[in-house]
C-alpha cells in the first residue's frame, strides 16, 4: 500500500488523531473503496452522482453523517 496525503477539516483531523487504530483502519478501507471506484469515472458529473450515491446507500444501512461524526469522536 502508498500513503498518500488528504487535506480535510480540522475537526476530523484532531478526531483522526484521536481515535483508535482499529477506527482509523475501518475508516481508511472505507474510504479506500470509495476512491477506487471514483478514480474509475471518466468525467465529474459521473463522480458527483457516484458521490451521492454513496452517500444514499451509506444512509440506508444507517450510515448517517451525525453517526459517522459520532464514531470519529468516541473516545477509545
Same mark, same amino acid.
Given at each position: 500500500?502508498?500513503?498518500?496525503?488528504?487535506?480535510?477539516?480540522?475537526?476530523?483531523?484532531?478526531?483522526?488523531?484521536?481515535?483508535?487504530?482499529?477506527?482509523?483502519?475501518?475508516?481508511?478501507?472505507?474510504?479506500?473503496?470509495?476512491?477506487?471506484? #471514483?478514480?474509475? !469515472?471518466?468525467?465529474?458529473? @459521473?463522480?458527483?452522482?457516484? %458521490?451521492?450515491?454513496?452517500? +444514499?446507500? #451509506?444512509?440506508? !444501512?444507517?450510515?448517517?453523517? @451525525?453517526?459517522?461524526?459520532? %464514531?470519529?469522536?468516541?473516545? +477509545?
Amino acid at each position: 500500500m502508498e500513503r498518500i496525503i488528504l487535506e480535510v477539516d480540522d475537526q476530523v483531523a484532531k478526531s483522526w488523531r484521536y481515535s483508535s487504530e482499529k477506527k482509523r483502519q475501518e475508516v481508511n478501507n472505507t474510504i479506500n473503496k470509495m476512491l477506487q471506484i #471514483a478514480f474509475k !469515472r471518466k468525467e465529474d458529473t @459521473d463522480f458527483i452522482e457516484f %458521490i451521492k450515491e454513496v452517500q +444514499d446507500k #451509506a444512509a440506508e !444501512r444507517g450510515l448517517t453523517e @451525525d453517526v459517522l461524526n459520532d %464514531i470519529l469522536n468516541e473516545p +477509545d
